[in-house]
């Protein structure tokens, strides 16, 4: 006879080393959301100002390397260079993660990856019946897809949840495997007009950094200017910029040697993830959100077919896709959901990961080249994420007092030796308190 499998516990306690990447990581996301936010805020009202007039001068204010093809506008410079250092970090992440992180295994992966995919596909088809039912253009289909971790990081910071570190870190998951999917679908469907020999030579650079990390070549002289070469000609290649980005970060190693304290993944990400998250992305959000708010904007946003398609795909389809995905990854794989938790807990996290700004703001520039459709669709992508950011605050806040208690449990150290106490109890114990 033989003996029944132990059902896995979803939203359980984190391993130990996992959580501690995890929390810092979130760390320095959370700093950067509330810079992104004030980067935001900043923008809607210069833009709306009686100055709106100088921020499109230093928005659209060009200087660079004609010869290298590089003669680009501040707005241009930050959404083609900044964000390629965002998906740099990235790209760090999600090799981490596939190779000590939560997509590791398969076992492991399901849960958020099912969810992911099914986050990024419902707001894509609710985005095509949307726009298809009133008559406008589907070129938009990706813009509702991607989930902006530092924003709804900054977003429980300012509600001042305490949200369980699992949930925290699903979220993380999440957003990475939503980077991906967000910058395929850049490479792929918002690629015109190659240059297949500056492609090649992208290519060549990109080889030449997986030979120098084989061999351990360490040394920022080799890395940054190579770096900047291969960014460069993936430019002009055609294919966007930020794909440079993620592909080096895919390749960097993230497991150290035994003579290392630190893989080169993460000594790379230790170093720029501040800047990435504190500078880069809040000044491309400084110089993309800066739209017109007025009734006839706002008329646009509740008319037009493609900016009502965004919203409803980033307040509804996303809290559908995601909620549903997990609750059905979880039944598939015959899960049980942490018992300290409910199902509305993961609802709540659901609407959280409707927050869809950064990324949702760039595809929504490539994918609408007209200035006012541009500007309509970046009304929408911000009416829908603030609209999820209130949703969530209002369903997380009502159970944050369970959420404390979970947290004080989880964090509680009573021997003062750095490891929470919950880590070095006996096997299947558990954190927390029941509901």
Known sequence: MTQARPRK????????PERQAVAEALRTETVGGLVLLAAAVVALVWANSPWSGAYEAVRD???????????????HWTADGLLAIFFLVAGI?????????????????????????????VPAVLYVVTAKAGGGSLDGWAVPMATDIAFA???LAVISTHLPSALRAFLLTLAVVDDLGAILIIAIFFTSDLNF??????FAGLVVFYV??????RGWWWYVPLGIAVWVLMYNSGVHATVAGVAMGLILRTTRDKSEKASPGARVAHLIHPFSAGVAVPLFALFAAGVTVSGDALRHVFTDPEPLAVLIGLVVGKIVGIFLGTYLAARFTRAELNPDLAWADVFGLATLAGIGFTVALLIG?????????????????????????ALAALLLRRRNRLYKRLYEA?????????????YQVEIGARPGSSR
């Open 9 to 16: 516990t979803v939203f359980g306690l984190l391993p130990w």
């Open 61 to 75: 204010f060009h200087f660079g390397i004609p010869a290298l093809g590089l003669d680009l506008s501040v707005g």
């Open 410 to 422: 989880e964090n509680r150290d009573a021997d003062g030796d750095g490891i929470p106490d919950c």
């Open 197 to 202: 020999w500056a492609l090649g030579g992208a």
């Open 212 to 217: 120098l990390q084989r061999f351990r070549v």
């Open 93 to 121: 992440e999600l090799k981490r993660e596939l190779v000590v992180g939560e997509l590791r295994t398969p076992a492991t992966a399901a849960l958020p990856v099912v969810a992911a995919l099914c986050g990024m596909a």
């Open 365 to 389: 520039e490539l994918a609408f080249p007209d200035p006012a459709q541009a500007e309509h669709v970046k009304a929408a992508v911000l009416i829908g994420s603030v609209t999820a950011a």
């Open 153 to 155: 990081l900054a977003v």
